[in-house]
């Protein structure tokens, strides 16, 4: 299990320590230019100082810290969860092991198109969630309600800008609508989506379904890409199809921390 991260989880602050990569014969610069982020990422370091597959663990770390949805007792799916860093961050935040004693056993499962090495504490499985009936199968697994329905989805670059913008946003729309299918009343959806034109009207039906819907984009999210999150909390519940301004009308399984 990910040992609970330093206590900056910024990544920032640490020794400057650039490493410059020379190119090499059969690398193209693209890749070369990779490897030097990488090398020069203070996230990179920090995931691996803090035992996390990646870094984008410290994107939930951060909205987690900001929106408090992965609390003990919480039951989380988590889709697009390859290599496993939001789950490894929800495993210990939901206390699906048992280890904060007398708190509240979380569950946490997690699917992605990707094998996943396994993760304890987490129920892990292979299935393309754009696929015919697979939301019913996740339903399935997960055998109940959920507190928090979470997606780190993408599909693989394209190249074309707005290619890519409209297939995150189509994968957003399937992951949102399994959270109107499984969110207890007061649950959260978080989302990846990239900053463009799409995304308008999955906004709009998140704020039917939700009583707050906001745009974050985490410290740990790099600057120079489009990615964004988006965080709806307070689930109004399934039948709520219309705005009503309706309130929260439970907090879901989980108890706060
Ligand atoms: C950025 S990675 C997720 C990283 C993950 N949150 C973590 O912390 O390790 C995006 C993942 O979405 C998965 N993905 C993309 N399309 C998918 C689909 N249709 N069904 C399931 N997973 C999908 C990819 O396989 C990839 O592993």
């Known amino acids: 299990m990910a040992k609970p991260p330093t206590k900056n989880t910024s990544g920032r602050g640490q020794r400057d320590l650039t490493v410059k990569v020379k190119t090499a014969r059969g690398r193209k610069m693209s890749s070369t230019l990779w490897l030097q982020r990488q090398l020069n990422d203070p996230y990179v370091r920090r995931a691996k100082t803090d035992g996390y597959r990646g870094r984008a663990a410290y994107k939930i770390l951060e909205l987690d810290d900001k ?15 390859a290599p496993g860093g939001w789950c490894q961050v929800a495993v210990g935040r939901v206390n699906a092991l048992g280890e904060k004693k007398g708190k509240a056993v979380g569950k946490v499962l997690g699917i992605d198109l990707q094998e996943v090495e396994p993760i304890a504490g987490a129920e892990i499985h292979q299935l ?16 109940g309600p959920a507190d928090v329905v979470m997606s780190d989805m993408a599909a693989s670059a394209s190249g074309h800008k707005q290619t890519d913008h409209i297939r995150i946003i189509a994968l957003c729309e399937a992951a949102a609508h399994l959270a109107f299918d499984v969110l207890v009343p007061g649950g959260t959806f978080v989302a990846k989506v990239l900053a463009g034109g799409a995304e308008g009207e999955l906004q709009k039906l998140l704020k039917q379904k939700f ?26 519940g399934q039948s709520s ?17």
Request: glycine content about 14%.
């Open 67 to 81: 929106f408090r949805f992965l609390v003990s007792g919480a039951r989380v799916v988590d889709l697009g969860c």
């Open 128 to 143: 393309d969630f754009l696929a015919d009936g697979a939301d019913d199968q996740v339903k399935a697994w997960l055998g």
């Open 211 to 236: 009583t707050k819907v906001e745009n974050v984009k985490p410290p740990a999210s790099r600057a120079d890409s489009s990615e964004k999150f988006v965080v709806a909390t307070g689930f109004r």
């Open 241 to 257: 199809g219309e705005m009503d301004g309706g309130a929260p009308v439970g907090t879901g399984h989980g108890e706060p921390l």
